[in-house]
């Protein structure tokens, strides 16, 4: 037994079947950990091949949510919980439903808030106290643009993690919570996004989203800082990716004027002009 599950001997992780979830899943499964892996298809899950405990779990239906916070998968819960699924609704505002923007609030952060309190709620019930790791993203300081609720959505569940940490600010053996920020990751996340960019600026956004993501860090350097700050034990914010996007762009966008910050971002997605596009 490692030293990592020797802390962490179980953990469930959403959205566990591809992307950054998946290399999360086998980074676990290398330290020998028991893994549930959770996802709207257990078909996904089994079509890995990872030895895991395939959930079927849909993040965006409450009842979904509420049966399995109910009627768990397992007697005991495991130790560590990353809640890593996501999806995104690309489109000028005008174009983007209320309904959709709801979803993404309930398959994000709604949902993300649920398994979270269903496992810090299980501090004294069992040998090792829980952690929890909610997968946010690098859009919480820098917003991908026309991502509305993703960026909202990401906010909101970095907001909840660092509010977590003040009542669970960690120490060894005892419980806490990861605030993990990605940047752009050479993955399908783009398949994720729903919606359409034909004019203007989305056009252009939609082609610097693309090449930033294909520009992006290995997928397979996510695990080792992930580590790292698990076994560290602390309550933190951990920023991950290339070099540029995730250390030096937050350290800049200190110390630059705001305006400036903006301007610049707005280049990096090839925006020229102030208006609309829809």
């Known amino acids: 037994m490692s030293d990592f599950s020797d802390r962490f001997p179980t953990a469930m992780v959403t959205g566990g079947s591809s992307g950054l979830g998946r290399i999360l899943v086998e980074g676990l499964l290398a330290e020998g950990v028991e893994v549930w892996a959770g996802s709207r298809s257990v078909a996904r899950v089994e079509a890995t091949g990872l030895p895991v405990h395939p959930v079927a779990l849909d993040l965006a239906d409450r009842e979904s949510v509420n049966r399995f916070v109910a009627t768990p998968p397992w007697e005991k819960t495991p130790v560590l919980l990353i809640n890593n699924a996501g999806f995104g609704q690309f489109g000028g505002i005008a174009s983007i439903s209320v309904d959709d923007l709801a979803g993404q609030v309930t398959a994000m952060q709604e949902s993300a ?31 991908l643009p026309f991502l509305h609720g993703y960026n909202a959505v990401k906010a909101g569940l970095s907001g909840f993690s660092r509010s977590l940490a003040i009542e669970f600010p960690g120490g060894v053996g ?7 920020r990605p940047g752009d990751f050479r993955t399908g996340f783009n398949d994720a996004v729903r919606g359409s960019a034909e004019q203007g600026d989305l056009a252009k956004v939609w082609e610097a989203l693309e090449h930033h993501l294909q520009q992006g860090a290995d997928p397979k350097s996510i695990w080792p800082p992930v580590r790292r700050a698990l076994l560290k034990q602390r309550s933190r914010t951990v920023r991950v990716g290339t070099f540029f996007q995730a250390k030096l762009a937050s350290v800049l966008a200190r110390l630059f004027p705001e305006d400036w910050v903006a301007m610049v971002h707005k280049r990096y997605y090839g925006i020229k002009g102030s208006g609309s596009s829809h």
Do not use: I, T
């Open 113 to 143: 808030m649920k398994l979270s309190k269903m496992f810090l709620d299980s501090v004294g019930q069992g040998s090792r106290a829980p952690a929890v790791v909610n997968v946010s993203s690098l859009s919480v300081e820098f917003p």
């Open 174 to 180: 005892q419980p806490f919570v990861l605030d993990l």
